[in-house]
C-alpha cells in the first residue's frame, strides 16, 4: 500500500466543483501525437510494473483534476505499448478479411491511410512511439515485425507512411489547428484516453485519490474514478497522474467482470526533451506510391472520434439526463454510466449463423445471445465493455451496460 491513500469520494456538494475541474480539463489538449481509430476502444497491456510506491504529499481528487487541467506539457517523447482485450472469440482471420473490406470500401484504399491503417490498434499488442514539440509537431510511429507505419503532423501537413507496402498518405489542413484537429479525432495515447474519461464525472461517479506509483520512471498520483451504477460494465478507472508536470503516464479501465483490464496505456519510456526538429520532417522514399487526401483536408481522418476508444462509450453523451433525439435519429436513454443510445435501422434484424453462413455465420454466433422479451426477439451481442441489443425488427441497443439493462430498455421502449 502506497504511503498515502486517500478515499475522498465526490459527496453531492463537490460535484459542481469537480465538474468545473473537468471542463477545464476536457478544453486542454496535451500536444501528443494522437491520430483517428476506427475501432470501439484501444489500449494497453500492462505497461510498466511499479517500481516501489513514490512519498508524495497529499492531495484531494480536486485538486488532481486541476492538476491534469492545467499541464503544460509543450516537449516530450516516449514509448507506449498498446493492446486491447474484449474478451472476443477467435475470428480465425476473418477479422483482416473484414477490415481489408471496409478499407476498400472508403476513402482511397491506401494502405497509408490513418483512418485504416491505426484500425490495427483494436486487438492484439502494439508499442507506439510519439513525441511532440508545441500544437504543431506531433508524431506517431507504430512499430510492427520487420515494418513500421508513421504518423506525422508538420504544420498545415499531415503524413501517413506505410514502409511494408511503401505507401505514402498527404493530407493538408487549411492552418495547422485544422491539421491539429484531426489528429486528436480519437484517443491512442493515456492523456487522451483520461481527458475522456473525465467528461463522464458527474454524480453517478466516485472519484477519488488511492495512493502513489511509479510509471517510467516518474512519481505519479493514483486517480480512480468508478461508476456508482451497478449495471455498468465499467468496474473503475484508474489514472496515473505524473506528480510533477500533471501529465496522465498510464491509463487502465477494468470490467465490473472482472480479470484482466479491457484497456491498460502507459508509458513505458518518457522524456521531456525537445525532440530534434528533424523528427518532424518527411521525404517521399523513392518508388513510394503517394495518395493525396480528396477532401484537402476535411476529414481526412474519416470518422468523428466516436469508435475511437472510451471516451465515446465513457464520456460523450453521458450527462445526467435523457438526451432525447441525438444525431440521425439516435436516441440516448437513462443517465450516467448506464446511458443506452438507441436507434431503429428501419430493416430486419441480425441473420442468425446458419442463414448467414460460412465465416461470418460462425462469427455472429459466437457473440449474440438470442433473448425474448416484451420487445420480441432479438440477439445481444457482447464484449467485456461495449455490449449490443439487435431486435428481429432492426432497433439497436447499445452501451456500457449488461444484458439484463438492455433488455429492460428494449421492453420500455
Given at each position: 500500500?502506497?504511503?498515502?491513500?486517500?478515499?475522498?469520494?465526490?459527496?453531492?456538494?463537490?460535484?459542481?466543483?469537480?465538474?468545473?475541474?473537468?471542463?477545464?480539463?476536457?478544453?486542454?489538449?496535451?500536444?501528443v501525437a494522437?491520430?483517428?481509430?476506427?475501432?470501439?476502444?484501444?489500449?494497453?497491456?500492462?505497461?510498466?510494473?511499479?517500481?516501489?510506491?513514490?512519498?508524495?504529499?497529499?492531495?484531494?481528487?480536486?485538486?488532481?483534476?486541476?492538476?491534469?487541467?492545467?499541464?503544460?506539457?509543450?516537449?516530450?517523447?516516449?514509448?507506449?505499448?498498446?493492446s486491447t482485450?474484449?474478451?472476443?472469440?477467435?475470428?480465425?482471420?476473418?477479422?483482416?478479411?473484414?477490415?481489408?473490406?471496409?478499407?476498400?470500401?472508403?476513402?482511397?484504399?491506401?494502405?497509408?491511410?490513418?483512418?485504416?491503417?491505426?484500425?490495427?490498434?483494436?486487438?492484439?499488442?502494439?508499442?507506439?512511439?510519439?513525441?511532440?514539440?508545441?500544437?504543431?509537431?506531433?508524431?506517431?510511429?507504430?512499430?510492427?515485425?520487420?515494418?513500421?507505419?508513421?504518423?506525422?503532423?508538420?504544420?498545415?501537413?499531415?503524413?501517413?507512411?506505410?514502409?511494408?507496402?511503401?505507401?505514402?498518405?498527404?493530407?493538408?489542413?487549411?492552418?495547422?489547428?485544422?491539421?491539429?484537429?484531426?489528429?486528436?479525432?480519437?484517443?491512442?495515447?493515456?492523456?487522451?484516453?483520461?481527458?475522456?474519461?473525465?467528461?463522464?464525472?458527474?454524480?453517478?461517479?466516485?472519484?477519488?485519490?488511492?495512493?502513489?506509483?511509479?510509471?517510467?520512471?516518474?512519481?505519479?498520483?493514483?486517480?480512480?474514478?468508478?461508476?456508482?451504477?451497478?449495471?455498468?460494465?465499467?468496474?473503475?478507472?484508474?489514472?496515473?497522474?505524473?506528480?510533477?508536470?500533471?501529465?496522465?503516464?498510464?491509463?487502465?479501465?477494468?470490467?465490473?467482470?472482472?480479470?484482466?483490464?479491457?484497456?491498460?496505456?502507459?508509458?513505458?519510456?518518457?522524456?521531456?526533451?525537445?525532440?530534434?526538429?528533424?523528427?518532424?520532417?518527411?521525404?517521399?522514399?523513392?518508388?513510394?506510391?503517394?495518395?493525396?487526401?480528396?477532401?484537402?483536408?476535411?476529414?481526412?481522418?474519416?470518422?468523428?472520434?466516436?469508435?475511437?476508444?472510451?471516451?465515446?462509450?465513457?464520456?460523450?453523451?453521458?450527462?445526467?439526463?435523457?438526451?432525447?433525439?441525438?444525431?440521425?435519429?439516435?436516441?440516448?436513454?437513462?443517465?450516467?454510466?448506464?446511458?443506452?443510445?438507441?436507434?431503429?435501422?428501419?430493416?430486419?434484424?441480425?441473420?442468425?449463423?446458419?442463414?448467414?453462413?460460412?465465416?461470418?455465420?460462425?462469427?455472429?454466433?459466437?457473440?449474440?445471445?438470442?433473448?425474448?422479451?416484451?420487445?420480441?426477439?432479438?440477439?445481444?451481442?457482447?464484449?467485456?465493455?461495449?455490449?449490443?441489443?439487435?431486435?428481429?425488427?432492426?432497433?439497436?441497443y447499445v452501451?456500457?451496460?449488461?444484458?439484463?439493462?438492455?433488455?429492460?430498455?428494449?421492453?420500455?421502449?
Amino acid at each position: 500500500m502506497a504511503p498515502y491513500e486517500s478515499d475522498d469520494s465526490t459527496s453531492a456538494g463537490e460535484t459542481d466543483d469537480l465538474r468545473a475541474g473537468r471542463r477545464k480539463a476536457a478544453r486542454y489538449v496535451v500536444p501528443v501525437a494522437v491520430v483517428g481509430v476506427a475501432a470501439a476502444t484501444i489500449g494497453l497491456v500492462p505497461a510498466l510494473a511499479d517500481s516501489g510506491d513514490p512519498n508524495l504529499p497529499k492531495i484531494s481528487a480536486q485538486q488532481l483534476i486541476e492538476k491534469i487541467a492545467k499541464s503544460d506539457v509543450q516537449q516530450m517523447s516516449g514509448t507506449v505499448k498498446i493492446s486491447t482485450d474484449l474478451g472476443l472469440p477467435d475470428l480465425g482471420g476473418l477479422e483482416s478479411s473484414l477490415t481489408s473490406g471496409a478499407t476498400r470500401g472508403s476513402g482511397d484504399g491506401s494502405s497509408a491511410d490513418p483512418s485504416a491503417k491505426l484500425t490495427e490498434l483494436a486487438t492484439g499488442t502494439h508499442t507506439v512511439r510519439v513525441a511532440a514539440d508545441g500544437p504543431d509537431r506531433q508524431k506517431l510511429s507504430l512499430l510492427e515485425n520487420a515494418a513500421e507505419y508513421s504518423l506525422i503532423h508538420n504544420g498545415k501537413d499531415v503524413w501517413g507512411y506505410d514502409s511494408r507496402s511503401n505507401s505514402v498518405y498527404h493530407s493538408t489542413g487549411h492552418d495547422s489547428a485544422d491539421a491539429r484537429k484531426k489528429q486528436e479525432q480519437a484517443p491512442a495515447t493515456p492523456d487522451q484516453l483520461a481527458k475522456e474519461a473525465l467528461k463522464a464525472v458527474d454524480g453517478t461517479t466516485s472519484v477519488s485519490v488511492q495512493g502513489t506509483a511509479q510509471v517510467a520512471g516518474r512519481d505519479a498520483y493514483r486517480l480512480v474514478i468508478k461508476p456508482k451504477d451497478a449495471g455498468s460494465t465499467v468496474g473503475q478507472i484508474t489514472v496515473a497522474v505524473d506528480a510533477k508536470t500533471g501529465l496522465p503516464l498510464k491509463f487502465t479501465l477494468t470490467p465490473a467482470s472482472g480479470g484482466a483490464a479491457v484497456i491498460d496505456a502507459g508509458f513505458t519510456q518518457i522524456s521531456f526533451a525537445r525532440p530534434a526538429a528533424s523528427t518532424f520532417d518527411f521525404k517521399t522514399p523513392k518508388g513510394a506510391k503517394v495518395t493525396e487526401d480528396k477532401g484537402h483536408g476535411k476529414g481526412s481522418l474519416k470518422g468523428d472520434g466516436r469508435h475511437g476508444a472510451p471516451g465515446k462509450d465513457l464520456g460523450k453523451g453521458m450527462p445526467g439526463k435523457d438526451l432525447g433525439k441525438g444525431p440521425g435519429g439516435m436516441n440516448v436513454i437513462g443517465e450516467g454510466w448506464d446511458s443506452i443510445a438507441t436507434f431503429d435501422t428501419g430493416g430486419k434484424g441480425v441473420p442468425s449463423g446458419s442463414e448467414a453462413g460460412g465465416q461470418f455465420g460462425g462469427f455472429l454466433d459466437s457473440l449474440g445471445d438470442k433473448v425474448t422479451g416484451k420487445f420480441g426477439s432479438g440477439t445481444v451481442f457482447k464484449t467485456r465493455l461495449i455490449n449490443a441489443l439487435v431486435t428481429d425488427d432492426g432497433k439497436v441497443y447499445v452501451g456500457a451496460v449488461d444484458k439484463d439493462a438492455l433488455v429492460k430498455a428494449a421492453n420500455a421502449g
